[in-house]
Each structure stands twice: as structure tokens, then as C-alpha cells.
């Protein structure tokens, strides 16, 4: 049964290690993106595959630890009439 898992795992090791270590190219025949309107150079595959902060945004957790009462609001008004 342990060796069932040992190979099991180092099968998954293997595959995992298998990937590609190439630097990535554009497709036969075909050639980069355009270079964007204000762009001062052509941008690398590098720099197309790094997501921007609009693709992946940071998060902002504001986590309370403890409850605070609010202070009092003076635009939080009751709805006229």
C-alpha cells in the first residue's frame, strides 16, 4: 500500500516538473500585439502576461476588532415630507 502512494506521488512529481522553460513566442507566422497609443516601447511577453492592479486588485479589509459606536452623522438626515 506505501508503495502504491510513493509512486503515486513521485508520478505526480514528474508531471509537475514537466512544463515548459522556454520563453513564450508568438505563434508561427504571426507577430506581437500592436503597441498600445501612449506606449513608449513594444511590451515584452512579460510584461503582457503580469496582471495590472485593474485585472488583479489589492484588497482593503478594514476588519473591526472590536465594536465602536458611530459617531453622529449630520448629513444623515430623515427623507423630507
Not at 520563453?23 to 513594444?42: D, F, N, W
Not at 488583479?56 to 472590536?66: A, G, I, T
Request: glycine share 8%; proline share 14%; aromatic share 2%.
Amino acid at each position: 500500500m506505501k508503495a502504491r502512494i510513493a509512486i503515486g506521488v513521485a508520478g505526480a512529481l514528474l508531471l509537475a516538473a514537466c512544463g515548459g522553460r522556454e520563453p513564450l513566442q508568438p505563434a508561427q507566422g504571426e507577430g506581437m500585439p500592436v503597441t498600445p497609443a501612449m506606449a513608449q516601447s513594444q511590451p515584452t511577453t512579460d510584461d503582457l502576461l503580469e496582471p495590472t492592479t485593474q485585472q488583479r486588485p489589492e484588497r482593503v479589509d478594514e476588519l473591526l476588532r472590536r465594536s465602536q459606536e458611530r459617531e453622529d452623522d449630520p448629513f444623515d438626515l430623515p427623507p423630507p415630507g
